[in-house]
T-cell receptor
Framework: AQSVTQPDIHITVSEGASLELRCNYS??????LFWYVQSPGQGLQLLLK??????LVQGIKGFEAEFKRSQSSFNLRKPSVHWSDAAEYFC??????????FGTGTRLQVFP | DGGITQSPKYLFRKEGQNVTLSCEQN?????MYWYRQDPGQGLRLIYY???????QKGDIAEGYSVSREKKESFPLTVTSAQKNPTAFYLC????????????FGAGSRLTVL
């Protein structure tokens, strides 16, 4: 069955610390891969996406993600977290937009 | 600026009442989507439409209805048949150019009293 797993429900980091949010998926073939961010009570904003090519993708707000085919993972990273990064982060995978599968999200809390 | 407008932002409804959530986009996108978001469950697809006057059920369509009479508009009706309608509803769209990137509205929070 196709699925997306974000194993960390809640992560807390100090401002300036590095961050890695995990995303693992189960899919028949290599899907399109996305990370979205959601501020409280708001819609989702695309951080970055992977379709093909270089497995390290750069996104907005200083985020990057690495696709690892052998591990079926697409982890999101940021070298130095800012207080404004506090939000909920969703990983999504799919062969097309009509069939995107979203993970359950990881809530990031940032302490000063 | 182009974007997706959802209204109302907050809505309260009594049990047994139908309610319609509005979604309007000025991005000239062909496809539009409705998602439901519950705490700890991520986003689940309710309905989607790839073209005017056509729409398909998503994973949790029961108790919901939609229409797509105009390219810009994709309203969602939450009917009294929906057993647990309290949730955050998100509308999204994409231009289907192959980018597969969804643009989301700010959402509507429905509370059934």
């Amino acid at each position: 069955a196709q699925s997306v797993t974000q194993p960390d429900i809640h992560i807390t980091v100090s401002e300036g610390a590095s961050l890695e949010l995990r995303c693992n998926y189960s899919y028949g073939a290599t899907p399109y891969l996305f990370w979205y961010v959601q501020s409280p009570g708001q819609g989702l904003q695309l951080l970055l996406k992977y379709f093909s090519g270089d497995t390290l993708v750069q996104g907005i707000k200083g985020f990057e993600a690495e696709f690892k085919r052998s591990q079926s993972s697409f982890n999101l990273r940021k070298p130095s977290v800012h207080w404004s990064d506090a939000a909920e982060y969703f990983c999504a995978v799919g062969a097309n937009t009509d069939k995107l599968i979203f993970g359950t999200g990881t809530r990031l809390q940032v302490f000063p | 600026d182009g974007g997706i407008t959802q209204s109302p932002k907050y809505l309260f409804r009594k049990e047994g009442q139908n309610v319609t959530l509005s979604c309007e986009q000025n991005l000239n996108h062909d496809a539009m989507y409705w998602y439901r978001q519950d705490p700890g469950q991520g986003l689940r697809l309710i309905y989607y439409s790839q073209i005017v006057n056509d729409f398909q059920k998503g994973d949790i369509a029961e108790g919901y209805s939609v229409s797509r009479e105009k390219k810009e508009s994709f309203p969602l009706t939450v009917t009294s048949a929906q057993k647990n309608p309290t949730a955050f509803y998100l509308c999204a769209s994409t231009d289907r150019s192959g980018a597969n990137v969804l643009t989301f509205g700010a959402g509507s929070r429905l509370t059934v009293l």
